[in-house]
């Protein structure tokens, strides 16, 4: 395995896989490496010849500074993992070497980023997209692995691989959970024990509007959850929503959708934390 920080030696190395005609295999992150990115990394091993993994905490998707400051970072350690699940590369690089200057660009993806994240964290699908492109055009991967953990994001992502017409595809992998069901983030990092006790009430909460979700009365099993986590003093709720998982439109009372998904975001102990849950091909029959 090896390290890079530049890309012209993360390109050096696509060339030679192309002209082999080896498939890149591709997982994104931020680093602070967990079994859900491990999960992934996994996968891309298994579904590709090589793996590259980046590791690069992206500036432009932050929008409150201290965020960005407080995010967990552990080069070190990530690499250690990354070796044990046999990735090939690792790209890891300075802010101020991947954006020589700051891009003028921004991307907008209309209703898919006007809700939930998009709405909360104005600017941050736009950071995303821009780095995401600059990443996929750097490594070229024939697939690229996301955690479905960040759903909203995996929403915006295969919109831009269709918009701007990248040749790749993208893998949703499912969410990994911790024995309690919490859903495991770089961010649980910064909880303390009670903290990621107290966590794990939010997956319940979601478990509890999947079983009593009814299309004619989706407001029911949200408010359900809701009632349920409000139990709890040291849950701050952000936002708990129904929505199509694939437009992040509101799920509507009698509307039929495939996929519904019960989304979330709260703080626990000051730190953020997202989550969600989909009823998969509702009422196909499946
Ligand atoms: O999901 C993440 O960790 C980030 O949003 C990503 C995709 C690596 C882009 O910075």
Redesign the pocket.
Known sequence: MEVVHRKDLVKYHVRNWQNQKKTIGFV???GALHEGHLSLVRRARAECDVVVV?I?V?PL?FNQAADLEKYPRNLEADCRMLEAEQADLIFAPDADAFYERIPAISMEFGPLTSVLEGEMRPGHFSG?AV??SRLFHIVEPAKAY??SK?LQ?VAVVKRLIQDLDFNLQLVACPTARNEDGLALSSRNARLSPAGLKTASQLNKGLSLAMAEFDIQNPDASQMAAKRFLEKFSDIELEYLEWVDADTMEPVLPGIPVSNPAICLAARVEGVRLIDNMVLENHGNGC
Do not use: A, L
Request: charged content about 5%; glycine content about 8%; proline content about 7%.
């Open positions: 994104p992150t931020m980046s690069f992206n998707q995303v780095v995401v996301f955690g960040d994001q």
